[in-house]
């Protein structure tokens, strides 16, 4: 198939029949978990919930290539944006905290942003889409950008409430700053469109929402889809059977909030929050990430209001997953599945209009190579080994072979990491996701310059069996019957990747 890209000028390996070149719109969610409609059904996060209230992104979803099983390479932002922008995992862009910069830890290496703007795109950013600050990110990677950046004021957002309903009687002289970015998006639109239009110059706009990220901050109306009489608890509200204590994150994020500080939680291990607090946590969660629909569905209409829709590429994910309270953890920094998994889908004018559903295990490392294949950009290469030194390689897939076949032969396993120190040593947690289980290990990691695992020094292992177990309850690292799973599952992790691409792609 790869000899119809000479056939097209490079437009795609697939049959597209006109070879103009798409415009792209990038959108971001801050924390969304794939809490979403489209993602009803086996694999999704939580078994117990009300009807989530997300028409627009349900309607993108149907348009697109829909990710059911897509995994995050670190359940932290910076970590996993960087990963994702750059199409490399966090052992190679050495960011794995909110503090590092890819350009200055890892190598100078091409972001997805600026090789569309290296190939002639207008490259416009708002939002947060790196992670912001100089330390992290030299304040937006401005190398990316062919115009100014965006940010917006954060306005009704404090320390002192984890989360908020503001009256949308306010909300008219004051916006929420998603409001903000995503009117700028529309302005930033209308004034690409004739350019993009006329074949000129085609865009690559990316907008980063900042919600259901804490403190959840949302318009009062938004709470009138989640009746407080409809919130659950979770069903399982303890760690782990055998959890080892490396694979707990005590949620400082949410207890930095004036609101949960004044409870007193210590973020202890099957120490829980209180139920009502559960509750209204729950419920404000859902009600900021349908606000946060309702902006995606804004900026995705303007496209057919001004006649793009059948020219722009639109792709969503959120950067990663998040735990409201099920095995009475919060937030994000773990390797638990709530947390690696997270929404994504592509929608690819002509190609994904009836809609794509795989259950394929992939990963946010092969979004660039997918975006550049479907623009009709040149192939990335797959990275070597060491790739420091090389600017624009990928190490993730491209998805448009699942276009075609949403069954095709695949990789048959998916990878995240993340790192903690424990008693004073750096550790890093490895984990596998297959078809069937998650299985971490928690190690010394050497840090800079060699950045490498010691596995013979081991602060826990966890074995997960999601056909008997997918809320991940019982760890069954050391039960006899899982012995020969856990030689194999440990061998995979180790040799890392690599080993887990399809024959195609190792070439
Ligand atoms: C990084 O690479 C870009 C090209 O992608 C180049 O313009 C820039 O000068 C490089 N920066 C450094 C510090 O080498
Ligand atoms: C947490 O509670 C569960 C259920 O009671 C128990 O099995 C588990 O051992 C506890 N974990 C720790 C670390 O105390
Ligand atoms: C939290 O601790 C403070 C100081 O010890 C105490 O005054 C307060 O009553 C405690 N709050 C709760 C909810 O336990
Ligand atoms: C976009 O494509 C759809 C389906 O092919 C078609 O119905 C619609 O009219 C097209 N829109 C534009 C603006 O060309
Ligand atoms: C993919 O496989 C699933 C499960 O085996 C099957 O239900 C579905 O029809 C297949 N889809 C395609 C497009 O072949
Ligand atoms: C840290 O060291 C203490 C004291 O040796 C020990 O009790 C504790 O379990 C260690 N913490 C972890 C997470 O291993
Ligand atoms: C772990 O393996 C390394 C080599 O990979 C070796 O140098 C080291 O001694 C081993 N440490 C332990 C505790 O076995
Ligand atoms: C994935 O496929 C490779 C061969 O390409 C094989 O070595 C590996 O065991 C497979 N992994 C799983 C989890 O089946």
């Known amino acids: 198939m790869r000899l ?184 930033t639109l209308q004034k690409l469109a004739p350019a993009a239009k006329s074949g000129q110059k085609p865009f690559f706009v990316a907008v980063g929402f900042h919600k259901p990220h804490l403190p959840f901050v949302f318009p009062e109306s938004f709470l009138q889809h989640y009746p407080i009489s409809e919130i659950r608890l979770p069903n399982n509200e303890y760690a782990p059977i055998n959890m080892p204590k490396a694979a707990w994150f005590d949620y400082t994020g949410l207890r930095s909030y004036h609101d949960i500080s004044a409870l007193n939680a210590t973020g202890a291990i099957n120490s829980t929050l209180p139920r009502d607090v559960v509750l209204d946590l729950r419920r404000a969660y859902y009600s900021a990430l349908s606000w946060t629909d309702s902006l995606v569905g804004l900026v995705v209409n303007e496209l057919s209001k001004l006649g793009l829709e059948n020219d722009t590429i639109v792709s969503f994910f959120g950067d990663h997953g998040w735990q409201l309270g099920e095995h009475s953890e919060w937030c994000k920094q773990t390797n638990f599945e709530l947390a690696t998994h997270a929404p994504m889908m592509v929608h690819i004018p002509g190609l994904t209009d009836k809609g794509i559903v795989t259950e394929q295990l992939t990963e946010f490392v092969d979004l660039f190579p997918t975006l550049a294949e479907a623009a009709g950009l040149d192939l990335l290469p797959l990275c070597p080994d060491h790739s420091a030194s090389i600017g624009l390689c990928r190490e993730g897939m491209s998805l448009i072979p699942l276009v075609q076949n949403p069954n095709a032969t695949w990789k048959n396993a998916s990878f995240s990491q993340y790192p903690r120190v424990i008693n004073g040593t750096s550790i890093m947690g490895y984990t596998i996701r297959t078809d069937r289980y998650r299985y971490t290990e928690w190690v010394k990691f050497i840090g800079a310059p060699t950045y490498k695992p010691q596995w013979n020094v081991s602060f826990g292992v966890e074995l997960y069996d999601h056909q008997k177990d997918p809320d991940e309850n019982f760890n069954g690292a050391f039960d006899p019957s899982y012995v020969q799973t856990v030689k194999q599952l440990s061998y995979l992790l180790h040799v890392g990747w690599r080993i887990a691409l399809p024959s195609s792609e190792k070439s």
């Open 4 to 187: 119809l890209l000479i056939l097209c000028g490079l437009c795609s390996r697939l049959l597209v029949t006109k070879c103009s070149r798409k415009n792209v719109l990038f959108l971001v969610s801050d924390d969304m978990r794939p809490q979403i409609g489209a993602y009803e059904g086996q694999y999704f996060p939580s078994s117990i919930h009300p009807p989530m209230f997300t028409p627009n992104l349900d309607a993108l979803a149907s348009k697109s290539l829909l990710l059911k099983r897509a995994y995050v390479q670190q359940a932290l932002c910076s970590p996993s944006r960087t990963s994702l922008l750059t199409g490399r995992r966090p052992d190679t862009t050495h960011v794995t905290d909110l503090v590092h910069y890819f350009r200055r830890v890892g190598g100078n290496f091409t972001t997805i942003p600026e090789y569309f703007k290296m190939n002639g795109y207008e490259s416009v950013g708002m939002g947060k889409i790196f992670h912001p600050g100089y330390l992290a990110s030299d304040n937006d990677d401005p190398i990316s950008w062919t115009m100014p950046y965006f940010h917006g004021t954060r306005n009704f957002e404090s320390k002192a409430n984890s989360w908020k309903a503001i009256s949308d009687d306010l909300l008219k002289n004051k916006p929420l700053i998603d409001k903000q970015i995503a009117d700028h998006a529309l302005s």
